[in-house]
C-alpha cells in the first residue's frame, strides 16, 4: 500500500481548508504539508452549492480572509463570486500545487510511539487505499455531510408526479419558468430560493411549519465602497471588517440582553416591508428569541418584494402528505405544485463522521471536551475548524488556522513531537457544543463534543474574545507538551 509522508496535513479544500494551508505556509514555509479533498474541486460549500440565488449569508468583509481583502461591489455576494475569490486565493498564494483532489480521508490512526497519525485515505472513482502519515491534522471538513441534506420522511412521496428536489443536489438544466413551486422550509436556503425562482416561475410558495426571524439589508455596503475609494484597500477592508465585527457583536449582545425589544424590533422591520395588514403574527413571528437559531438575511428585502408583488407567498402549516398533484397539508388545504423544494436542512457530522483512534482506542467525541473551539480533550496533534453560529464563519477558521501555526511553532521552540489538550479538576461539565435550538443542531448533539465548565473548554461565540485568547492568551493553558517515549529517538 502507497504510503505519503507529511509534517501537516490539511483535510478540505473549501474556504478553510485553503485559509488554513495559507496560514501554514505564511507562518511554517519549512513544513511540508498536503491539502486532501475528497471531491474533484475546491471550494467546499461554494461548489457544491449550486441552487438558484446561492450567495453568503454574511457580510463578505467578515466572511472574506483577514488576510485577502474583498473587493468585489456586493458585501452580500453570489455563491460564484465567493467561489471565485477561494479559487484565485489558492491559485495566487500558491496552494493549488498542494492538493490532492479525489482523496477522501476515511480513518485516522494516532501513534504515540512514533508521535504521528496515519490517515486511510480512498483514491479516486476505484478507491484505492493509500496510507497518509503526518505530525499533525488540521480538519477542514465543514459540518455537514456532502452527500446526503436531510429530508423529512414524507407520507406520499412517491406519488408526486412533478420534480422533487433538494438543494444540496440541484439538477443542472432544471427548468422551473412558468412553473408552480413550493419551497419547504423557512431557513437561509428558502430564503434564498423563493424570490429568486419568483423570477421566472409562475407561483413559489415558502410552506413553512413555524417562522424564522428575516431581516433585510442592502447587498452593497454604501460606506464600504465609498472607503474603498479613498483608502488603500487592505486599509479600507481592516477598518470595515473591524466596523461590522463590532456591530454585529454590539447587536448580538442586545438582543440577548433585551429579547422582547429585539423581537418587537426586527418585526417591525418585517411590517414596514410588508405592510400594515400582512399576517406578521402567523408568518414571522417565531416561537423563540432572537438569535435562539440564526437569524435569515435578506438582500434589499428581495423576499418581501416577491411576497409583496404576489409573485411569491408563505404559508404556515404542517405537511399532510404528498399527493400526485402536490401537498396536503394538515389545514386540508392543497398546495398544488409541478416542482418541490425540500429545503428541510442539513445533516450534521463531526470530521466527516470518520473513525479516530489514539493507541488502538477508539475516540468517542461525545465524551470529549472542546478546546478552545477546535481541539479536543485528550486527543493529540489534532485541531478542528468550526465557525461561529452568530457571525461570520471565516473570523473563528482564521482565528483556529493562526493558532494551530501559533502552537506548532511553540512545539518547534520547546522541541517537542506532541501536544494534548488535558482538562484538569473542575473543568468537566456536560454542556452542550452549540446552544442552539434549531432542528439540524438539535438532531446532532449527542455525537459532538461537550463545553467545559470554564476557558479553555468553554465556546463564548465571541470573535472579540476569541482573538485575545487564541492570539495572546497563554499557549500551555491546559495542554501537556510531551515527546515519543523513546526521547533519544525524539531528539
Known sequence: MQTQDFDVIVVGAGLSGIGAAWHLQSQHPQLRYAVLEGRARKGGTWDLFRYPGIRSDSDMFTLGYGFRPWTEQKAIADGPSI????????????????????????????????????????????????????????????????????????????????????????????????????????????????????????????????????????????IANALRRVLPAAAAYGLIRWRNVLLQQFFYKRMR????????????????????????????????????????????????????????????????????????????????????????????????????????????????????????????????TFGYTNASWTLKADLTSAYVCRLLGEMRARGVRIATPRPGPGDVADEPFLDFSSGYVQRAMERFPKQGARAPWKLHQSYARDLLALRFGRIDDAMEFSNPPDAAQAA
Request: proline fraction near 5%; glycine fraction near 6%; hydrophobic fraction near 40%.
Open 257 to 384: 440582553a433585551n429579547p422582547a425589544s429585539a423581537k418587537k424590533r426586527l418585526l417591525g422591520w418585517v411590517r414596514d416591508h410588508l405592510g400594515p395588514d400582512y399576517d406578521i403574527d402567523t408568518h414571522f413571528t417565531p416561537r423563540y428569541d432572537p438569535w435562539d437559531q440564526r437569524l435569515c438575511l435578506v438582500p434589499d428585502a428581495d423576499l418581501f418584494a416577491a411576497i409583496s408583488a404576489g409573485r411569491a407567498e408563505v404559508v404556515t402549516d404542517h405537511v399532510e402528505r404528498l399527493m400526485p398533484e402536490g401537498i396536503r397539508l394538515a389545514s386540508g388545504r392543497v398546495l398544488e405544485a409541478d416542482i418541490i423544494v425540500t429545503a428541510t436542512g442539513l445533516e450534521l457530522q463531526l470530521m466527516s463522521d470518520m473513525p479516530v483512534t489514539v493507541d488502538g482506542a477508539r475516540v468517542d467525541f461525545s465524551r470529549t471536551l472542546n478546546y478552545k473551539g477546535m481541539m479536543f480533550s485528550d486527543v493529540p496533534n489534532l485541531a478542528y
Open 83 to 222: 467561489l471565485n475569490y477561494v479559487e484565485e486565493t489558492a491559485r495566487e498564494a500558491g496552494i493549488d500545487a498542494h492538493i490532492r483532489y479525489n482523496h477522501r480521508v476515511v480513518a485516522a490512526d494516532w501513534s504515540s510511539d512514533d508521535a504521528r497519525w496515519t490517515l486511510t485515505v480512498e483514491v479516486g472513482e476505484d478507491r484505492e487505499r493509500q496510507l497518509w502519515r503526518c505530525g499533525f491534522v488540521h480538519m477542514c471538513t465543514g459540518y455537514y455531510r456532502y452527500d446526503r441534506g436531510y429530508t423529512p420522511d414524507f407520507a406520499g412521496t412517491d406519488d408526486f408526479v412533478g420534480t422533487l428536489v433538494h438543494p444540496q443536489f440541484w439538477p443542472e438544466n432544471l427548468d422551473y419558468a412558468g412553473k408552480r413551486v413550493v419551497v419547504i422550509g423557512s431557513g437561509a436556503t428558502a430564503v434564498t430560493l423563493v424570490p429568486e425562482m419568483a423570477k421566472q416561475a409562475a407561483h413559489v410558495t415558502m410552506l413553512q411549519r413555524s417562522p424564522t426571524y428575516v431581516v433585510s439589508r442592502p447587498a452593497e455596503d454604501r
